[in-house]
């Protein structure tokens, strides 16, 4: 079984770009997570989501950022008008349900330049 | 407000020596405990987990002992080796389970 796969693993924009991040759940997983790293410090909740619904965006900055699970491909997080602090690695999560066993993939490291 | 307090920020520990990880909390709601294990570059990688009603679970050479009275958790891992080396994070979610609240990291080398 494939683990849950993140695309691209490194990518880097110029401040004023936008960043698409995507995020394939494991097999029969229907909910995700996204998570924000910075150097050495840990992981830092963004948002929750289940096949097309967001449930919980409370990590979420307000503005410039928005995730998305549809029906059909993988979840994507963007971040519109990128500026250097959101520089990190940026991690999702699955699971079949929420309050259990959750995987993670390999992440993506985005650098603003 | 850190929702799960862990402890030491980093740990060295000879070859064969046992290592241990605590954490805290303080909301009752809690019900699931994971562990996971992140390598430099790498996506955090579920070690194993808990739930209260259990005081102790078992993996080879991981165990977590949890004290729900005194709400903490603990990571040991037996017989550490140079390959154990690595942070761990505990996290703990709700019922509700829409996230994972991770403590700051433990950052664990094993010395040969």
């Known amino acids: 079984n494939a683990g849950v796969m993140q695309n691209p693993r490194h990518l880097v924009r110029r401040r004023g770009q936008e960043a698409r991040l995507r995020c394939s759940p494991m097999?029969?997983?229907?909910?995700v997570y996204w998570y924000r790293q910075l150097p050495e410090e840990g992981l830092k909740f963004m948002v929750y989501?289940?096949?097309?619904?967001?449930?919980?965006e409370s990590g979420m900055p307000k503005e410039r950022f928005s995730a998305e699970f549809p029906k059909e491909g993988p979840s994507i997080l963007r971040i519109q008008q990128v500026v250097r602090g959101d520089s990190a690695a940026y991690f999702c999560?699955?699971?079949?349900?929420?309050?259990?066993?959750?995987?993670f993939g390999q992440g993506t490291r985005l650098t603003v330049v | 407000q850190q929702q799960v307090k862990q402890s030491p920020q980093s740990l060295i520990v000879q070859k064969g020596g046992i290592s241990i990880i605590n954490c805290a909390y303080e909301?009752?709601?809690?019900?699931?405990f994971p562990w996971y294990q992140q390598f430099p570059g790498k996506g955090p990688a579920l070690l194993i987990a808990?739930?209260?009603?259990?005081s102790e679970k078992k993996e080879g050479r991981f165990t977590i002992s949890f004290n729900k009275s005194a709400k903490q958790f603990s990571l040991h891992i037996m017989d550490s080796q140079p390959g154990d080396s690595a942070t761990y994070f505990c996290?703990?979610?709700?019922?509700?389970?829409?996230?994972?609240?991770f403590g700051t990291g433990t950052s664990l080398t094993v010395i040969p």
């Open positions: 999560a699955s699971s079949r349900q929420g309050n259990t066993e959750a995987f």
């Open positions: 097999k029969g997983h229907s909910h």
């Open positions: 989501l289940q096949k097309e619904n967001i449930i919980d």
């Open positions: 909301n009752t709601a809690f019900d699931y």
């Open positions: 808990i739930r209260p009603d259990v």
């Open positions: 996290a703990a979610s709700l019922n509700t389970g829409n996230q994972f609240y």
